[in-house]
């Protein structure tokens, strides 16, 4: 297998705020894995919060060496034990954004080699959709109301609303608004743990009232106990997010929280995310899959899983200025799969690689 790493950015249509910092590119590092003529793909993005520039995504991909395996199958394989149910990454260090990169240009290009999609390998029969959350950052609530009329009348059943800006009326004045322009979709908060544990008790009944029906790790990340005991008392459903990154923590939230944002990026992949949703069957906690800022082939892994969870948070692509793949679709509020193998997306605009 020849494996080749391509970097590129990725412009924001507009600046997305949340309560920690303001967005407007990331870069891309593209992984393409070649094995008797064909092609699979994979991407990981750059992350200030998880410490990963583009230079050290590159390394950390190349160090994988994918050259040495005869085969994707065996890759797979090889990548699969190395990556233990019970470690957040890798014995040898490898953040699970590069596992997730490198597993889905693996199984992209098993499903192209097979002539199946992805989700057949994953042991769904047939295509499908599912409604994705559409974001709106912290923002004016003049252009909130706008953006949230557009999407409603785009398609979108859900809204997710970022929060945690220095104001809560502020907040609290944004879904208001939001609600007043689209009444009909589904509101999702997310205050990117911005809260203390007074505070959240202040504001969710509030956001409750409000119609919003859960809310993204609304406490500062770090203590798993005490987002579980808010989440006993909540007026609307948690989910943990940043307190729920590897499958241990995971296992210690199960049952505790209403739901866990799974991200492949941060819990290493495709087949991470299937464990942790084996994990929590049964537990009353329920699965969302969530993502980073990405391309269309960023995102697709994730999409081909979505048939498991309650919420899906798959917009990332949708944010970018001009998406550089296409083939999952999104625009009209519906992340779907396809008949088309391996991943189903393709390569559409011309990027220029970032020096």
Partial sequence: MKARLRTVRLELAEPLRISRSTMTARDAVWLGVEHEGVTGYGEAVSSVYYGLDADTLVRLISAV????????????????????????????????????????????????????????????????????????????????????????????????????????????????????????????????????????QRLLPRFAALGVEAVEQPLVPGDPDALAALA??????????EDAVSIEDVRRLAGRVHGVNVKLAKCGGVRAA??????????????????????????????????RARWADLDGHLLLAHDPWTGIGGADGTVRTSARPGLGVEEVTAYEDVA
């Fill in 65 to 200: 060496g994918l050259e040495r395996f005869a085969d994707p199958e065996s890759a797979l394989e090889a990548l699969s034990s190395e990556t233990r149910p019970s470690e957040p990454r890798p014995p040898d260090g490898v953040p699970p954004a590069v596992t997730a990169a490198v597993e889905s240009a693996l199984l992209d290009l098993v499903g192209k080699r097979g002539g199946v999609p992805v989700h057949r390998l994953l042991g769904t029969e047939t295509s499908f959709g599912v409604a994705t959350a559409r974001t709106i950052g912290i923002t004016s609530l003049a252009h909130a109301a706008a953006e949230a009329r557009r999407l409603a009348a785009s398609g979108f059943e859900v809204v997710k609303v970022k929060a945690g800006s220095n104001d809560a009326e502020d907040d609290v004045e944004r879904v208001r608004v939001i609600r007043d322009a689209a009444p009909h979709v589904r509101l999702l908060l997310d205050p990117n743990g911005a809260w203390s544990t007074a505070e959240a």
């Fill in 232 to 241: 006993e008392r909540s007026p609307l459903p948690v989910i943990a997010d």
């Fill in 274 to 307: 299937l464990r942790i949703a084996r994990l929590i069957e049964g537990s009353g906690t329920e699965l969302m899959l969530g993502c980073l800022t990405a391309s269309s082939l960023g995102i697709a892994p994730a999409v081909h899983l979505a048939d």
